[in-house]
């Protein structure tokens, strides 16, 4: 092979995974139970208007009710059965983003650059330059109900919430793409949007941690010293997320979180790409997907 395709072989290389920069913008529209609108493409805008609902809530009966309410701000501005909008809450204009690796939502790592088709040097990011990060309020507000009820906290993908979680999707973005929550700091939550890969010869795995490959289904510890390789944390989403029927007929379904009654807890929102899945590639360039968000609880009156 001659120096010119040597050159031509590396910059090919330096497309593919963590180590490329993704040029991505992320666009967010309000329609009724839209969250966000991501669209990966260069140079685009951002803007902070969609909106998060809450749905439905099993459980009411009588004077004994529970509703799961929401609020933009944790103040005076809870309401049951409405949109609330998804707050920023950091301050990066995404018009430049990367992909990144994380294990836990705390410690995001980037690669600068690569080196012999390799991605092998990380940095912590700093601010939440190249994610996107928005903040709602949930609340289970009860009367009637012992010390011990709780409400089970779910993700609602009935046609009455929105529907289907995805839509408008276009390309292959949402196969390296993660949903990140949090609740109130502590309990999180990574979700994977698809169980798609990307067709054969558009994945690759060039990203090395101490001299040691990072393998499908693994991510980086950004918060260990030295940096690790970790497992992906990261779950199927529909693992959390009811139907038409709530629960019916889908006991395997696991909450988010178990709600204390009348508690407020503050819901962190996290998009990014995971730069150590193999489907993060530069085949998600230009592509796009609307991603909505819909809550459902139900009330649990024995829940330890």
């Known amino acids: 092979m001659d120096e010119k395709?040597?050159?031509?072989?590396?910059?090919?290389?330096?497309?593919?995974?963590i180590g490329f920069i993704l040029k991505t913008a992320f666009s967010l529209v309000t329609?009724?139970?839209?969250?966000?609108?991501?669209?990966?493409?260069?140079?685009?805008?951002?803007?902070?208007n969609g909106l998060v609902s809450t749905d439905r809530v099993s459980g009411r009966s009588g004077t004994d009710e529970v509703e799961l309410q929401i609020s933009?701000?944790?103040?005076?501005?809870?309401?049951?059965?409405?949109e609330a909008p998804l707050v920023q809450v950091n301050s990066s204009s995404s018009e430049l983003l990367m992909p990144?690796?994380?294990?836990?939502?705390?410690?995001?790592?980037?690669?600068?650059?690569?080196?012999?088709?390799?991605?092998?040097?990380?940095?912590?990011?700093?601010?939440?330059?190249?994610?996107?990060?928005?903040?709602?309020?949930?609340r289970a507000a009860a009367q009637g109900h012992g010390e011990n009820a709780r409400l089970a906290l779910y993700l609602d993908g009935s046609e009455a919430a929105g529907g289907s979680l995805i839509s408008g999707m276009k390309g292959l973005i949402a196969n390296a793409a993660r949903l990140g929550l949090t609740f109130d700091g502590g309990n999180s939550k990574i979700l994977r949007l698809s169980e798609a890969s990307n067709p054969n010869g558009q994945q690759t795995m060039n990203t090395m941690v101490n001299?040691?490959?990072?393998?499908?289904?693994?991510?980086?510890?950004?918060?260990?010293?030295?940096?690790?390789?970790?497992g992906d944390?990261?779950?199927?989403?529909?693992?959390?997320?009811?139907?038409?029927?709530?629960?019916?007929?889908?006991?395997?379904?696991?909450?988010?979180?178990?709600?204390?009654?009348?508690?407020?807890?503050?819901?962190?929102?996290?998009?990014?790409?995971?730069?150590?899945?193999?489907?993060?590639?530069?085949?998600a360039r230009l592509d796009s997907l609307n991603l909505h968000l819909a809550f459902y609880g139900v009330l649990m009156e024995e829940a330890n």
Request: hydrophobic share 35%; with cysteine.
């Open 100 to 138: 990144v690796s994380t294990s836990d939502l705390r410690t995001f790592v980037i690669n600068p650059g690569m080196v012999d088709g390799k991605a092998t040097y990380f940095e912590k990011i700093q601010n939440e330059k190249n994610i996107y990060h928005g903040r709602i309020y949930l």
């Open 72 to 82: 933009r701000t944790g103040g005076n501005d809870f309401q049951g059965g409405k």
């Open 233 to 283: 944390p990261s779950q199927p989403i529909a693992n959390y997320m009811v139907g038409e029927d709530g629960l019916t007929g889908n006991a395997s379904l696991q909450p988010l979180i178990m709600m204390e009654l009348n508690r407020v807890y503050a819901v962190d929102v996290y998009f990014y790409l995971e730069g150590c899945d193999p489907d993060c590639t530069d085949v």
């Open 5 to 17: 395709q040597k050159q031509e072989q590396e910059s090919e290389e330096k497309k593919f995974g």
């Open 31 to 48: 329609t009724l139970a839209m969250l966000l609108s991501f669209t990966a493409a260069t140079y685009a805008w951002f803007s902070s």
């Open 211 to 230: 001299g040691v490959e990072v393998k499908a289904g693994q991510v980086i510890n950004g918060s260990a010293n030295p940096m690790q390789i970790v």
